[in-house]
């Protein structure tokens, strides 16, 4: 999704063998063809339908520890804030609290779900360029633990906010320390033109004004860069120094600073890409803030649930015109937005045994919606398929159904979760009834 990274060999796509191989959680089993843990996903299809989100509980347990024992291994330990943005089912933050997780949200009703997941409001950080005066006032009667404010003005929202509810917030100010993630134009989100933050020489001022507020208890600072981020953490680096820098400012104008949040933003593979590790990150973080003796948190979405999901959709034709052949599947572009948004690549893999070891040939994936846009990936390797032909897509846990829409009025596909041989429906497929209801007609249309 970044501009075409550096390829490390050859360009050519890998293939679904080297897929999986870098991707634990599925498994081409002969009879059962692919497994998302022990789970077929032909039994969830057969079960469920298509389109499916399918997510496995043991990849997001497992890519939370990684995250947390990189950090720990850095020196550096930090609260780890899931961004709830990027997959807000309810089972998956329950997975992600039972482990430790905090959450990062971006709205009341985010809030509400990281509430009902059972993360303790003190755990919960209030991020996001446009919080209205309900929203604060609802996060503040909460507790949320911090506030990441991202104005003068909202620190004046904030401190008007806390007055209503007869409570203080804890804030931090997020700046925009004006550094190039080399990510994807439509994610990057630390570069002065873009909306997010203050400007970093405009930060000591606005602390001093925000500590001097009331109602408002300034507590640290804020940053997040983008997301997505492949090309190293020479970026993540150069934005912590910045912060650094601020910090000792900030403590030398007799201003407390007792917590850093350092965003999220950290890219996966989803092609054969480079991608930064955790531990690369936790060293960017060692390395420039690790000495300030300061609360450490961080908040990333995709780096723990991206590959912990797949998009299951079925085959409804293939048609063959002017020489190209286009495999036209049941899921699209209100389902898995990102090819459409980001130019993003997901590798889409047969679920059948035998179609997955099939020569493959050049097609174009698309879905039904009526928009050339409605395009999964062009030119892309795969056996002929039939009607009925399952495939999934892979690294379609973060931003994938939190995306969806119900353009076409298609409705909002079902999601899963796999828990080793177990799989439940956690959010049962929209019904039409329900996609339909709630419209009604002005009654002098009505008579
Ligand atoms: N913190 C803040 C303040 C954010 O705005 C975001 C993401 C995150 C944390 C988590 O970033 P992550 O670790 O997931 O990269 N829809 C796009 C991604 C949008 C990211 C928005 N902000 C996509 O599908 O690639």
Request: with cysteine; glycine share 10%.
């Amino acid at each position: 999704m970044a501009a075409p990274a550096p390829l490390l060999h050859d360009d050519a796509d890998p293939s679904f063998a080297e897929l999986l191989a870098q991707r634990p959680q599925l498994t081409m089993h002969a009879q059962d063809g692919l497994l998302l843990e022990e789970v077929p996903l032909s039994r969830i299809a057969a079960e469920v339908g298509t389109p499916a989100w399918v997510y496995s509980a043991g990849t997001l347990r497992r890519r939370f520890h990684a995250l947390r024992g990189a950090l720990e291994d850095a020196r550096v330990p930090s609260e780890i804030h899931f961004a709830v943005k990027a997959n807000p089912s309810l089972a998956v933050l329950r997975v992600l609290a039972a482990e430790g997780a905090g959450a990062d949200i971006v709205s009341e009703g985010e809030l509400r779900l990281a509430l009902a997941a059972g993360i303790a409001p003190a755990h919960i950080v209030f991020s996001g360029v446009g919080k209205t005066m309900a929203e604060l006032r609802f996060a503040i009667s909460q507790g949320v633990g911090q506030i990441n404010a991202e104005s003068a003005e909202e620190i004046g929202m904030v401190s008007a906010a806390a007055a209503q509810v007869g409570r203080t917030a804890d804030v931090a100010l997020r700046v925009n320390p004006d550094v190039d993630a080399r990510t994807h134009a439509k994610i990057t989100t630390g570069k002065s033109e873009n909306k997010f933050g203050i400007a970093i020489a405009d930060a000591p001022a606005l602390y001093a004004k925000a500590a001097a507020t009331p109602g408002v208890n300034a507590v640290g600072v804020a940053v997040h860069i983008g997301s997505q981020i492949t090309a190293g953490v020479s970026a993540y680096a150069a934005a912590y120094r910045a912060l650094a820098d601020l910090v000792r400012s900030l403590r030398d104008q007799g201003l407390a600073v007792e917590r850093v949040d350092c965003g999220g933003g950290l890219g996966i593979p989803y092609r054969n890409e480079p991608a930064p590790t955790p531990a690369a990150l936790a060293g960017a973080i060692a390395g420039t803030l690790g000495n300030l003796g300061v609360q450490l948190m961080v908040e990333p979405g995709r780096w723990i649930c991206g590959p912990a999901g797949v998009l299951l959709a079925a085959v409804i034709l293939q048609k063959h015109t002017a020489g190209r052949r286009f495999v036209v599947l049941d899921a699209a572009m209100n389902d898995l937005v990102r090819p459409a948004m980001y130019e993003a690549w997901h590798g889409i893999v047969p679920v059948s045994p035998r179609e997955f070891v099939s020569s493959v040939s050049p097609c174009d994936i698309v879905g039904p919606v009526c928009e050339t846009g409605d395009t999964f990936a062009r030119n892309r390797g795969l056996p002929m398929l039939e009607p009925g032909s399952l495939v999934a897509f892979l690294d379609a846990g973060a931003y994938g159904a939190s995306m969806s829409s119900t353009y076409n009025a298609r409705p909002l596909a079902a999601e899963i979760l796999v828990d080793g041989a177990r799989f439940a429906v956690v959010r049962p497929r929209q019904s039409l009834d329900a996609l339909l209801a709630g419209q009604r007609l002005p009654d002098w249309m009505a008579a």
